[in-house]
């Protein structure tokens, strides 16, 4: 039987199209950090319907994997390694973010790697809402 903390649930799936373009568009309020095999693009603060303090979304680019066999093997590892080590950087309360993780690497990837890119960016989306948060959360000075 599976703890029922690393479960992965439907309002931590980002799939509003308008969340997903307001994550990949240029602006100051998106941040974004590379782990080989992966970056990871995040934007803290949206609105949203859920109630889930993280959502995320997985890319893997055809450009990168021409079989679709190996990007959906690729998209089950990164989601597997988020799902086990989410709990492991939580986010401050009251915080919202959306992160995108998008597959760059040329081929295909062990878990291993993966997984260790995915708890090196979740490590930074953890730290840049902590950030986040002391600066809004700090009065301003006169």
């Known amino acids: 039987m599976m703890p029922h903390g690393l479960r992965l649930y439907k309002k931590q799936r980002l799939c509003s199209p308008t969340a997903i373009e307001a994550l990949f568009a240029r602006t100051p309020d998106v941040d974004s950090a590379l782990a080989y095999p992966l970056r990871a693009v ?15 979304v997985i890319v893997v680019p ?11 093997l690729m998209r089950r ?17 009251g915080t919202r973010t959306d992160v995108a993780f998008v597959y760059v690497g040329s081929g295909l990837e062990p878990y291993s790697a993966v997984e260790r890119a995915v708890r090196r960016l979740l490590e930074r989306v953890a730290a840049s809402a ?3 948060a002391t600066v809004t959360d700090s009065p301003l000075q006169p």
């Open 42 to 56: 995040w934007r803290h603060g949206s609105a949203r319907r859920s109630d889930s303090p993280l959502a995320f």
């Open 62 to 72: 055809k450009r990168r994997l021409r079989h679709a066999v190996d990007r959906v």
């Open 77 to 93: 590892r990164t989601r597997e390694a988020f799902r086990l080590n989410h709990a492991a950087f939580p986010l401050p309360e």
């Open 130 to 132: 902590a950030d986040t």
